[in-house]
């Protein structure tokens, strides 16, 4: 009998939205380019599943620790005509979690760059390596993508099995956390500190030691943001957020304003006067939108100093309009990020957190078991923790 593990799947009903038309190849993979617009009425289960076995060029990872990402939540939720939240690519039933690390337990027979025993993380995105896009470096664009946790099994689960070219050991952080358990939990927030990291220094280039950051949302990938920039040397570090709790860890991890929006609507203020005020009236040299919410655009372009940048992380299915005259008189950059992989952002996290520059584990606000993973997703919807982790 095939080895059992037991792992947290998620299932949903394949019926699309009226007038979305989904493509041949979707209808014959279930893999969704949108997964908002056909799956239905999705549901998390905790089940007994096989236990993956190694290809020649893979490994299998006892799980040690996965975080709940807000994709997970919206995966998870649904609208009120009953089609998940996630706008993103989707093929159920997968094993959701992507933010995760663990120890290789078996490898492959030709695999020789790791070994049973080393500490790993491991890439979200699974790119090809051969198509054009991938041969042009967009990797995180992959004409043949496969996204864990999204499309292949991913880290709510005792074991997972992955190809060897997606890990990136994470044993030096023992030097930095004298803990095993402490080193997991720092390997599990390498994904988010990630895709922060590609938005910020990779796609829109960083800014200037002494630049003015401003960062919109401060769930994790925020977090992760005001972190890296005060590493980076920020002048200033603004946030936004509305959520009591979380404007309140945003001040912990090196925020130096943080403002409630809804209050200052009260107020009869607007986000881009706070942030012209804060700034001297010069604007913000970098953006972030982590919020997911594409209405902030008229906010974000009123604030651009001249030369600013915006970079766009936060994922939602709706439009919004914007003016490029600030853009033009300002000579203003908007850069799109997606992923993780492209000019390897996991490298350079991990060179951070083994240097001390930051320690991802503070934004961990909650922890369960595998077996809690229901309560935890429950949690999550709250809104009110930073990151809840998984542990198995």
């Not at 912990?252 to 304003?257: L, P």
Request: charged letters at 25%.
């Amino acid at each position: 009998m095939p080895e059992k593990m037991l792992a947290a799947v998620l299932h949903g009903e394949w019926v699309p939205r009226p007038g979305y038309k989904p493509t041949p190849e979707e209808e014959k993979t279930r893999k969704a380019k949108h997964g908002s617009r056909v799956w239905k009425n999705p549901t998390l289960k905790l089940e007994e599943i096989e236990r993956p076995k190694p290809g020649p060029r893979q490994v299998v990872i006892r799980v040690k620790a996965c975080g709940i990402c807000g994709s997970d939540v919206h995966m998870y939720e649904k609208d009120e005509e009953g089609y998940m939240l996630y706008p993103g690519m989707v093929r159920l039933p997968v094993v959701i979690g992507h933010e995760l690390s663990g120890e290789i337990v078996e490898v492959g027979s030709e695999v020789t760059e790791l070994k049973p025993g080393d500490a790993v993380t491991c890439v979200e995105m699974w790119y090809c390596g051969e198509c054009v896009n991938c041969r042009r470096g967009y990797f995180d664009h992959c004409i043949n993508l496969e996204e864990m946790g999204f499309t292949k099994n991913g880290g709510f689960a005792e074991y997972l099995v992955v190809d060897a070219k997606y890990c990136w050991k994470i044993d030096e952080f023992l030097n930095v956390y004298r803990s095993e358990d402490k080193m997991y939990e720092a390997g599990s927030l390498i994904e988010p500190f990630s895709v922060a990291y590609k938005a910020m220094f990779i796609r829109a280039g960083g800014f200037l030691p002494g630049g003015y950051v401003v960062v919109y949302g401060c769930g994790p990938i925020g977090l992760a943001c005001i972190m890296l920039a005060k590493a980076a040397g920020a002048g200033k570090v603004i946030a936004f957020e509305v959520i009591p709790e979380r404007a309140e860890l945003a001040k912990q991890v090196g925020a130096d304003y943080v403002f409630n929006p809804i209050e200052l609507e009260k107020q009869g203020k607007s986000i881009h006067e706070v942030v012209l005020d804060v700034t001297g009236g010069v604007g913000a040299d970098l953006q972030v939108e982590a919020a997911g919410y594409p209405p902030l655009i008229t906010e974000m372009e009123k604030c651009l100093s001249v030369g600013g940048k915006i970079t766009w992380i936060g994922r939602a299915d709706r439009e919004a309009p914007t003016w490029f005259e600030y853009f033009q008189i300002r000579s203003g950059q908007i850069y799109g990020s997606q992923g993780h992989v492209d000019y390897a952002p996991f490298m350079w996290v991990i060179r951070l957190i083994a240097s001390g520059r930051i320690d991802p584990t503070k934004i961990i606000t909650a922890r369960y078991k595998l077996s809690e993973v229901l309560q935890a997703m429950e949690r999550a919807r709250l809104r009110k923790d930073a990151k809840i982790t998984i542990k198995p």
